[in-house]
């Protein structure tokens, strides 16, 4: 009787010790998909503020080119995003992002559209402006933001 109550021990000491090793190989692969969201969360927030940033330099080449150009991009007459009144920023890496911005609108009125891209995130500003010609024969055009929208 106590070699048989011998293996019967052994035998529940065995069988628990799967268990438990079980139980933390499921909570150690939980662990592990839980960090590798977390990363994927933090990488997703990096890249949509670079995004972000992306957009609103976009927008300030735009105004620039507005200042010694006002006519730039906006001679083709339409309120209609096309590649004829789109730019790009030219610089595109998996890193670095790049955008692209649209300049549509009439007479001393403009909407600037920039879109800033970073691997998967994606933010979009869409800013009015007027364009006011230089005053007592400056040669400076003024560029007034009337309006500043993200729409992401």
């Not at 499921?26 to 592990?32: D, E, K, M, P, R």
């Not at 300030?60 to 730039?72: E, N, S, V």
């Not at 909407?111 to 995130?121: C, K």
């Amino acid at each position: 009787m106590t070699t048989g109550s011998r293996r019967a021990q052994s035998g529940s000491a065995a069988l628990l010790t799967l268990i438990v090793l079980a139980l933390l190989g499921v909570i150690g692969i939980a662990c592990f998909r839980l960090s590798l969201a977390e990363y994927d969360i933090a990488a997703s927030h990096q890249n949509g503020i670079a995004a972000q940033y992306l957009a609103e330099a976009g927008v300030q080449h735009a105004i620039a080119r507005l200042r010694t150009d006002p006519l730039f991009l906006a001679a083709t007459g339409t309120a209609k995003v096309t590649p004829a009144n789109t730019f790009k920023s030219g610089r595109s890496t998996s890193t670095a992002g790049d955008y692209q911005v649209a300049v549509t609108g009439t007479a001393n009125h403009r909407t600037i559209i920039a879109v800033g891209r970073v691997a998967t995130a994606k933010r979009q500003l869409v800013v009015t402006v007027a364009v006011v010609a230089p005053a007592n024969g400056g040669s400076r055009t003024e560029i007034v933001v009337n309006t500043w929208k993200n729409h992401n």
